[in-house]
């Protein structure tokens, strides 16, 4: 059993920065991030694992945005830069406890535990 919690969600304009937290109890192989959008499903934004260092990026978020570890701390945040409008969302990080995971785009089915959410509003 791995439990999520997200934090650093907020209100930005367009242009600007925000960095998520999610901190892991418990083991888990790897971490996404994922996003929905009010009418629309689900999404991977970036997964990176907590084992050997390979990490994957949606390519809208592609060179904008940052997936990092911090193994000791058991915290994998996203930093996002150049926000926006369309960046608009609820936040989720998920965990998986597969050394499979973490080899592609992260799809939401593949992720078993699930964080609270965190809101990201980018106004334009």
């Known amino acids: 059993q791995v439990q999520l919690v997200e934090s650093g969600g907020g209100l930005v304009q367009a242009g600007e920065s925000l960095r998520l937290s999610c901190k892991a109890s418990g083991f888990a192989f790897a971490i996404g991030w994922f996003r929905q959008a009010p009418g629309k499903e689900r999404e991977g934004v970036a997964c990176?694992?907590?084992?050997?260092?390979?990490?994957y990026y949606e390519d809208s978020v592609k060179g904008r945005f940052t997936i990092s570890r911090d193994i000791a701390k058991n915290t994998v945040s996203l930093h996002m830069n150049s926000l926006r409008s369309e960046d608009t969302a609820v936040y989720y990080c998920?965990?998986?406890?597969?050394?499979?995971?973490?080899?592609?785009?992260?799809?939401?089915?593949?992720?078993?535990?699930w964080g609270q959410g965190t809101q990201v509003t980018v106004s334009s």
């Open positions: 998920a965990a998986d406890s597969r050394s499979t995971s973490c080899k592609n785009i992260p799809q939401p089915a593949e992720y078993p535990y």
């Open positions: 990176i694992t907590l084992g050997p260092n390979r990490s």
